[in-house]
Structure formats: structure tokens, C-alpha cells
């Protein structure tokens, strides 16, 4: 299912040794380096990144030349976002929530236990107030941010046990990341951050009990279901995965304003594409998964669910008190949206998914 193709795609890309050249300019043309944190060719990630450097390349009428480097090739996934602000590289595509070592105020740009969806993650930033915190905090790193894409409703995981009380979860070694990690850490589960490559082969040595990574249409390409046949939702770690566009703040700054909007606007124009996609070739994942693959679909148990809930408002409730006054302002600008768009949406996108559910012939 997709797995073979990019695996060998990906397994060519080692770490350059050669030293980076410094960006090109000449006649008004910029030759630039997009460093990413996913395998080339990965379905979602992999490719939403490509998809941008195509669409800067094209919006800036290729007075902007994105070349993409997959993780690996000229820096490690894990290493885009220091690439960028050293300048190594002009820009990257990955998720906030990798960079939590940096600040954990980061991660809430990019997914929030028990959050914000994948529209009300965009309204937060757009009308919200969080597009100015989030340039607030990135510009500390010398980075100007943009969201371009988000994977939707993640799952909760893949596991190799049937999961029925909190006291399943105590103990259990579990990949995720951002502040899902410190949501499940709170209830005892042993949570490890790794790659989708690194966790399949954990899942496999047995090293891993179980892991959640993204999303069918992503999740069946990393062959996860050959290893762990329980597959969980709801994923109420990530309810949505904003994926961002981080550009090196003095490459930025020195492009001419209609560049600057070229790049915003290939951002911006790229956010419903890549999460329709993602919607749509999950649920056809989905389908091929239980039908083909034997995967068991099941529920998270509502206690477990309470718990976790419980977990993550004590994960915000240190946010709120964080030493850092940045990271206080825009935990307050994220809750304060949350609570609002929540109660709307009891009357709105609730009210229409609990009238479709019904029985009626359509």
C-alpha cells in the first residue's frame, strides 16, 4: 500500500557531508533549500511538502526555486527547524509539535490534547489573535511561521493489546508527540518520541507496545498494521496536526514584498488542499485496512478517555503558570478560542454529525 515506493525513495537520503553553499541570487532569482522532517514521497507529510515547494516555486514565477531535501539528506528530520535558524537552510516543512525542547508553547500551534480542529486551528490563528503569538515565539528563533496544511482527526493508535480500563495504559510503552506525550505520561504510560519508520520497526522488535503516528491513508504506507492489528480512535491527543512552513527570518526580510506574499499566499493557499486530501484518502485507507488487512477498528473506553481528559486540563493548568510570560498569553488566546468555538459548536458541526447518524433511508 504505498509502503515500498517511498521507503526505497527514502532510504537513499543519508546526511550530506558536503558543506551547504550559500543561497543563490542572481537576476533577481533565489535558489532556496527546503529541509523537511519526513521521508520523500511519504503520503500526507512527504508529499504536502513537495506540493509547497512546487507552489512557492510557481506563485513566485520562479524567482524562488525551492529545492526539497527529505529528512536525512542534508540534515535530520529532527534537525530542520535549527537548520533554519541558523540559515543552514531558507526553509522547512514539519509539525510544531517536534519542537517542545525549545518552548512548549510552540506545541500549541500545532495540536492540543482535546484541542482545537483542523478549521478552528486555522480560525484561531487567522481571527484569533494566534498568528501574532506565533510570530512572537518563532521570532526568537530567527523564523517567520506559517501553517500549510493540516492531517485532520488523528487515531489514537496501533496496539497489540485490546485496551478496556485505564490500567491497560499504566506502564504501556507508547510513541507520540508534542503534548499528547505529557497527557499520556500523567496517567503512567511510558511514552517514547521516535519517527514512523523508527516506531514500525519498534512495534516489530517488540520494543514498542503501541503507537500512534497519524492517520490510515499515512499509517498503512508505514505498514504499521503488519505489527499491531488494534487500531483505536478517537486519536483525542491531536484532534487536529497543523503542518507549518518555517523560513529563515533573514531570507524572508530580504525578499521583495510581492515574494513575501507569494510565500505566505503558497502557505496559506496550500492549508485545505492538503487536509481535504488527507480526509479523503483516510477514509479509503480505512476501508482497505479492515477489508485487506484484517485491522480490528475499536473504541477508546469513555473512562479512559475521562482520564486522559482529566490529564491533559492539568497539562494546561501548568501552562497557564509557566514561567514564561509568552507561553502564559498564548495558552489564555488558545483557551479563551477553544471555549468559544466549543459551545457554537454544540449547536453547529455537533448538531449536523448527530443528524446524519440517525436512522433514516438517504
Known amino acids: ?73 542534508l540534515v535530520p528530520g529532527r534537525g530542520v527547524f535549527d537548520a533554519v535558524s541558523e540559515g543552514t537552510a531558507e526553509l522547512y516543512h514539519a509539525v510544531p509539535a517536534y519542537w517542545g525542547s525549545k518552548s512548549k508553547g510552540i506545541l500549541l500551534f500545532g495540536s492540543q490534547p482535546f484541542g482545537l480542529r483542523a478549521d478552528e486551528q486555522v480560525g484561531w490563528l487567522a481571527h484569533g489573535g494566534g498568528q501574532a503569538l506565533y510570530d512572537e515565539m518563532y521570532a526568537r528563533f530567527d523564523i517567520k511561521p506559517f501553517l500549510c496544511g493540516n492531517s485532520g482527526p488523528q487515531w489514537a493508535g496501533w496496539f497489540r493489546d485490546e485496551i478496556n480500563s485505564v490500567d491497560d495504559l499504566k506502564g504501556l510503552r507508547f510513541r507520540t508527540a508534542g503534548l499528547s506525550s505529557e497527557m499520556c505520561a500523567r496517567i503512567g504510560m511510558a511514552v517514547q518520541a521516535m519517527g514512523g519508520r523508527d516506531m514500525f520497526q519498534a512495534l516489530q522488535s517488540g520494543a514498542l507496545d503501541a503507537g500512534e503516528f497519524i492517520g490510515p491513508w499515512t499509517d498503512s504506507a508505514l505498514g504499521f498494521y503488519q505489527v499491531a492489528k488494534n487500531y483505536y480512535w478517537p486519536g483525542v491527543g491531536e484532534p487536529s ?122
Open 1 to 73: 500500500m504505498q509502503r515500498r515506493r517511498f521507503l526505497q525513495t527514502a532510504a537513499a537520503g543519508t546526511v550530506a557531508s558536503t558543506a551547504l553553499a550559500a543561497p543563490a541570487i542572481a537576476q533577481d532569482k533565489r535558489e532556496w533549500k527546503m529541509v523537511t522532517a519526513w521521508p520523500k514521497n511519504l503520503p500526507g507529510p512527504g508529499v504536502a511538502a513537495q506540493m509547497l515547494a512546487d507552489r512557492i516555486t510557481a506563485l513566485s514565477g520562479g524567482r524562488i526555486e525551492v529545492k526539497l531535501f527529505a529528512a536525512g539528506e
Open 241 to 362: 496536526s497543523a503542518e507549518e512552513c518555517g523560513v529563515n527570518m533573514a531570507a524572508y526580510n530580504e525578499l521583495p514584498d510581492d515574494l513575501k506574499q507569494a510565500v505566505a499566499y503558497a502557505c496559506e493557499s496550500l492549508y485545505n488542499p492538503v487536509w481535504t486530501e488527507y480526509t479523503t484518502k483516510h477514509a479509503q485507507a480505512l476501508q482497505q485496512l479492515v477489508a485487506e488487512q484484517g485491522v480490528q477498528v475499536k473504541k477508546l473506553p469513555d473512562d479512559v478517555m475521562v482520564a486522559l481528559g482529566n490529564a491533559a486540563g492539568e497539562v494546561m493548568a501548568e501552562l497557564r503558570e509557566d514561567d514564561d510570560e509568552l507561553v502564559r498569553r498564548i495558552t489564555e488566546s488558545f483557551l479563551a478560542y477553544r471555549e468559544s468555538v466549543s459551545n457554537y459548536m454544540v449547536y453547529a458541526d455537533n448538531g449536523q454529525m448527530n443528524a446524519r447518524a440517525l436512522d433514516y433511508k438517504y
